[in-house]
């Protein structure tokens, strides 16, 4: 059952793999301000997917925030 779901415009000097995290962390937080305690997280990037999972490494340096704030809340 959906609960939540969003968009929104970056702009273009973002990559689809920082867009991909910033939508994670977006419904992260909405999704914890809602009450929930657990989330099934989908998306269109499967290296940002598997990179949350553990499964691959995070090479690229401009990512590397980006997961690191997604771990953290999860």
Known sequence: QE???GYSF????????EAEYTGILEGLRCAY??????VVIQGDSLLVIKQ???A???KAENLR??????????
């Open 3 to 5: 609960v939540w779901s």
């Open 10 to 17: 970056m702009g273009d000097k973002y990559t689809n793999n």
């Open 33 to 38: 301000a809602m009450g929930a305690r657990s």
């Open 52 to 54: 949350l999972e553990g």
């Open 56 to 58: 691959w490494r995070v």
């Open 65 to 74: 925030p980006y997961h690191q704030k997604a771990l953290n809340v999860l």
